[in-house]
């Protein structure tokens, strides 16, 4: 009886059935021809939004249509420009950045040219300054321009910053918080100078001077290291395409 079930209903071949379904809405003859284009195709996209990339297409707005983006992925320049200068990252064209595109970022621009039914132009990308390629005077992200001063978060890769990041970058700034590096370094300095170095008796007036000479010093070496490597402060650099702005 089980026998006869079987040959009344035999197993279904899964794959056969999915080539089935293959065939009926293309033509199979010209099967392996119509992949090639469709792959030939995307090949193209990739090749021009590659170039815009790396090219830096200017653009001051997209012509997005705005019922289809995320508002949360929306942000204005001014909030852009803060992060930078607190993290000391810089905000610059697509094409001054040296580290390598994710695929997944250049598959998020196709959705969303797909979806706008416009070709993006204008991407700005936030990261650290060592992965741009800056002309000598830890998380990237890709933004392309609203219009307004407002840019849309398209994607992010890459590592987080470190925990530390904000506060170590503090002290870069501006001058006077520099100053204050200056500062607590020479007066740490300062304390681990032994007591008793120079005279019998520590004195305030002892330590007061010892403290100034360790903050020359210290000041010295801060003003030597920044002229030497083309340093400045975070609020000169944010935007800034020169290595040494």
């Known amino acids: ?8 209903f035999p197993k279904t071949n899964v794959e056969k059935k999915l080539t089935q379904l293959r065939n009926k809405q293309f033509d199979p003859g010209s099967w392996e021809l119509q992949i090639q284009a469709i792959f030939s195709e995307e090949n193209k996209k990739n090749d021009r939004i590659i170039r815009t ?64 039914e416009i070709e993006l132009k204008g991407f700005k990308i936030v990261a650290p300054s060592k992965l741009f390629k800056l002309a000598n005077a830890d998380d990237p992200l890709l933004f392309a321009p609203i219009g307004n001063d407002y840019y849309y978060l398209i994607h992010k890769w890459g590592d987080d910053l470190h925990p530390f990041r904000k506060l170590m970058m503090w002290f870069f700034k501006s001058f006077e918080n520099l100053l204050i590096l200056t500062f607590l370094v020479s007066l740490l300095i300062t304390f681990m100078v032994p007591q008793g170095l120079f005279s019998k008796e520590s004195t305030t007036s002892e330590f007061i001077m010892i403290f100034f ?33």
């Not at 001051?60 to 942000?75: G, M, P, T």
């Not at 810089?90 to 598959?107: H, I, M, N, V």
Request: proline share 2%; aromatic share 16%.
């Open 1 to 8: 009886m089980l026998k006869k079930e079987k040959m009344m």
């Open 53 to 116: 990339l790396e090219n830096g297409t200017p653009a001051v707005e997209n012509d997005f249509v705005f019922d289809h983006l995320e508002s949360s992925k929306i942000y204005h320049i001014n909030q852009i420009k803060k992060i930078c200068i607190d993290y000391r990252l810089r905000f610059l064209d697509s094409k001054y950045f040296k580290g390598k595109l994710p695929q997944e970022a250049l598959s998020k621009i196709k959705d969303l040219e797909k979806v706008h």
């Open 213 to 245: 000479f360790m903050f020359k010093s210290v000041a010295a070496v801060v003003l030597f290291y920044g002229f030497a490597l083309g340093k400045n402060f975070n609020t000169a650099i944010w935007d800034s395409k020169y290595f040494n702005a």
